[in-house]
């Protein structure tokens, strides 16, 4: 499973830091990643990282967010800076990751995270 952390409520041009763990039996995770839901928006991503440490950005978030993981604690970050209004979303976490099911054979799932709320007052 998933848990992510550290939205909240912040002025235009701040920053906010999200953090998302994975746990479970995992054997690897690969792309992590952030997406964002809006309200009334249909849901967009945000960023992504592979294994190897390669990033893919939205053209909305290039130059302001910078995505991170750390695999010793199957995490993902996303660092948020210089905010805006039109930030305000839902942002949920995903991994691909490889689950141990047993002890000859792991299988790939999508896995997502609760959401967490991201809120930026102008």
């Known amino acids: 499973q998933l848990q992510a952390s550290g939205g909240g409520l912040v002025q235009a041009g701040g920053s906010l830091r999200l953090s998302c763990a994975a746990s479970?039996?995992?054997?690897?995770?690969?792309?992590m990643g952030w997406y964002r839901q809006a309200p009334g928006k249909e849901r967009e991503l945000v960023a992504s990282?592979?294994?190897?440490?390669?990033?893919n950005y939205a053209d909305a978030v290039k130059g302001r967010f910078t995505i991170s993981r750390d695999n010793a604690k199957n995490t993902v970050y996303l660092q948020m800076n210089s905010l805006k209004a039109e930030d305000t979303a839902v942002y949920y976490c995903?991994?691909?990751?490889?689950?141990?099911?047993?002890?000859?054979?792991?299988?790939?799932?999508?896995?997502w995270g609760q959401g967490t709320q991201v809120t930026v007052s102008s």
């Open positions: 995903y991994a691909e990751v490889e689950v141990i099911v047993n002890p000859t054979t792991v299988a790939e799932n999508e896995f």
């Open positions: 479970g039996n995992i054997f690897d995770i690969n792309d």
């Open positions: 990282i592979t294994n190897r440490d390669f990033t």
